[in-house]
């Protein structure tokens, strides 16, 4: 069963930058569209973006600018960058993978990791 | 961008009763090659990541127990919980698999009444 467990720092200054980085067990790393989603403290869930280990990275137009994911296949890891944060970029982070590979097609996300919570304040 | 808006934003439901919740697409959201709607409902309680309940619009995921169901094709969506538990409280979202960005729709929450 495939696990998601994703870690990272949660309290931010105005202009850093944050990592975070998502852990896969129990499956298959390849062929997948690994993804992150951010939720608002009022409760919105935005997508981020996704990445395999051999497709173009595919980015949310409105934080394209600021964010870059990178994996490493060799520890069945995938990563977050995002810079020159603000607090509009305060909230819980997660790390998310669809239902069935890239090759079978677009699809929901049925394993989610457990959430990182990230405060951006001076 | 596909905006995802749901409808109401909460709802309060007696026990037993029938809980439904709207999500209209700015676009149609129907593959017509394959004719699929690229439609996702997911459940999420506090403290938790969503779970996914429904794809294709109307396909339960795995364990998920048959009072929920969906409905719907192109750009008009509905999430049926037919026989309200108290479990089942929760806020409940739809989303878009059909293009990039994935959007979400704002989420409606369900309260027992």
């Known amino acids: 069963q495939v696990q998601l467990q994703q870690w990272g720092a949660g309290l931010l200054k105005p202009s850093e930058t944050l990592s975070l980085t998502c852990a896969v067990s129990?499956?298959?790393?390849?062929?997948?569209?690994w993804t992150w989603i951010r939720q608002s403290p009022g409760g919105g869930l935005e997508w981020i973006g996704e990445i395999s280990h051999s497709e173009r990275p595919n980015y949310n137009p409105s934080l394209k600018d600021r964010v870059t994911l990178s994996v490493d296949t060799s520890k069945n890891h995938f990563f977050l960058r995002m810079t020159s944060l603000t607090a509009a970029d305060t909230g819980v982070y997660f790390c998310a993978r669809p239902r069935r590979n890239y090759g079978s097609g677009n699809d929901g996300y049925n394993v989610w990791g457990q959430g990182t919570m990230v405060a951006v304040s001076s | 961008e596909t905006v995802m808006t749901q409808s109401p934003n909460s709802l309060a439901v007696s026990l037993g009763e029938r809980a439904t919740i709207n999500c209209k697409a700015s676009?149609?959201?129907?593959?017509?090659?394959?004719?699929?709607?690229?439609l996702a409902w997911y459940q999420q309680k506090p403290g938790q990541p969503p779970k996914l309940l429904i794809y294709w619009a109307s396909t339960r995921e795995s364990g998920v127990p048959d009072r929920f169901s969906g409905s719907g094709s192109g750009t008009d969506f509905t999430l049926t919980i037919s026989s309200l538990q108290a479990e089942d409280v929760a806020v409940y979202f739809c989303q878009q698999y059909y293009s990039t960005p994935r959007t979400f729709g704002q989420g409606t929450k369900v309260e027992i009444k």
């Open positions: 129990g499956g298959s790393f390849n062929g997948y569209y």
């Open positions: 676009q149609s959201i129907l593959y017509t090659s394959n004719d699929k709607n690229y």
